[in-house]
T-cell receptor, first 114, second 112 residues
Framework: DAGVTQSPTHLIKTRGQHVTLRCSPISGHKSVSWYQQVLGQGPQFIFQYYEKEERGRGNFPDRFSARQFPNYSSELNVNALLLGDSALYLC?????????????FGPGTRLTVL | AQSVTQLGSHVSVSEGALVLLRCNYSSSVPPYLFWYVQYPNQGLQLLLKYTSAATLVKGINGFEAEFKKSETSFHLTKPSAHMSDAAEYFCAVSDNTDKLIFGTGTRLQVFP
């Protein structure tokens, strides 16, 4: 089975621009979470979606938004990009099975803001 | 609030030596605990997870971790390091909401 896929792999934007990152979960997984990993730090939780509903949101400004589609894929949108948004953006999927509370991560999208 | 602390941002061992990566957690509810590994320019790969079934958890690539409630620890060990183990290791904690709280990571270097 294919794992979590993310696109694009790399992205370069300038300050003030908008970016959209995409994620396809593992087949059968209905939950998608997004994390931001700044260089040298651990990943920080941004959003979790389950069945197209937002289930959780981390401490990120309203410039960050996301949505989940009927096929459970997801988009992360960031408006008015700042230099500090440069990071690896990771998507993770899970089944939200209470006996298998495991998130599986994709390879990430490396965003560079100039 | 839940949190994890990883002691030691860098650990260096010789090939064949014991690997010990430390993780202490803070949680107000029975935690789920995880170790993930990240190779350069890649995403995170699950090594192992603790979900209260057994205190000693065996994972992939010969790694294991022991949950010690009295010490609020979940240290990762491997009896004999291999060159291919060189990577960044992250400890994480969650309640049952799937939101993971990660530590700051430990970079493992393995010398021949």
């Amino acid at each position: 089975d294919a794992g979590v896929t993310q696109s694009p792999t790399h992205l370069i934007k300038t300050r003030g621009q908008h970016v959209t990152l995409r994620c396809s979960p593992i087949s059968g997984h209905k939950s998608v979470s997004w994390y931001q990993q700044v260089l040298g730090q651990g990943p920080q939780f941004i959003f979790q979606y389950y069945e197209k509903e937002e289930r959780g949101r981390g401490n990120f400004p309203d410039r960050f938004s996301a949505r989940q589609f009927p096929n459970y894929s997801s988009e992360l949108n960031v408006n008015a990009l700042l230099l500090g948004d440069s990071a690896l953006y990771l998507c993770a999927s899970s089944s939200l099975d209470p006996f298998s509370d495991t998130q599986y991560f994709g390879p990430g999208t490396r965003l560079t803001v100039l | 609030a839940q949190s994890v602390t990883q002691l030691g941002s860098h650990v260096s061992v010789s090939e064949g030596a014991l690997v010990l990566l430390r993780c202490n957690y803070s949680s107000s509810v029975p935690p789920y605990l995880f170790w993930y590994v990240q190779y350069p320019n890649q995403g995170l790969q699950l090594l192992l997870k603790y979900t209260s079934a057994a205190t000693l958890v065996k994972g992939i690539n010969g790694f294991e971790a022991e949950f010690k409630k009295s010490e609020t620890s979940f240290h990762l060990t491997k009896p004999s390091a291999h060159m291919s183990d060189a990577a960044e290791y992250f400890c994480a904690v969650s309640d049952n909401t799937d939101k993971l709280i990660f530590g700051t990571g430990t970079r493992l270097q393995v010398f021949p």
